[in-house]
């Protein structure tokens, strides 16, 4: 029932915390469940590095919106994964977790098993009690040397001006 109530609110725009129901969650030590919107899907499998990257090892179970996908794996903290989306018309794509909490390395699309912080601690500069606006930037993305290298993230600290 609880799945239903979740898909439900996610479809009418209701759903707040739709990152606690997709995605990949731990169930226990060694298990894991992944879940993924894919409209238009003809199936969904999931591949990485807990299954050989194989497309036929994992194929994800339809839900009852028959738009999301579910399955339940063995894997550990640290794997990485993508969804293989198969269209109508036979395309495979290969596609990052839309809410996953990690990434892998860069010029990588997989995503990467990983534990949240079960609890967040204010260091008093922000009150935890108010809402606080994230601005985030990929510093690999922002600049490169010409031979089109990445920057440390020393060299960008030193070439770039802090915005105040």
Avoid at 123 to 130: E, K, V, W
Avoid at 145 to 158: Q, W
Wanted: one cysteine or more.
């Amino acid at each position: 029932m609880f799945k239903e109530i979740q898909l439900n609110d996610f479809h009418n725009a209701t759903c707040c915390f739709a990152y606690e129901f997709f995605g990949c969650h731990k169930i226990s030590d060694s298990e894991y469940i992944f879940r993924v919107w894919a409209p238009h899907a003809e199936s969904v499998c999931l591949i990485g590095s807990f299954n050989g990257w194989s497309e036929s090892a994992s194929i994800m179970k339809r839900l009852s919106d028959n738009e999301s996908f579910e399955i339940t794996v063995n894997a550990k903290l640290g794997d990485t994964y993508k969804f293989c989306i198969t269209t109508y018309d036979g395309r495979k794509l290969y596609k990052a977790d839309p809410y996953a909490f990690s990434s892998d390395l860069p010029n990588s699309t997989a995503s990467k098993i990983t534990e949240l912080p079960t609890e967040v601690k204010s260091n008093g500069a922000t009150p935890l009690n108010r809402p606080i606006n994230i601005y985030e930037v990929n510093l690999l993305s922002w600049k490169r040397e010409k031979d089109n290298s990445y920057y440390t993230f020393e060299k960008l600290k030193k070439n770039t001006r802090t915005l105040r």
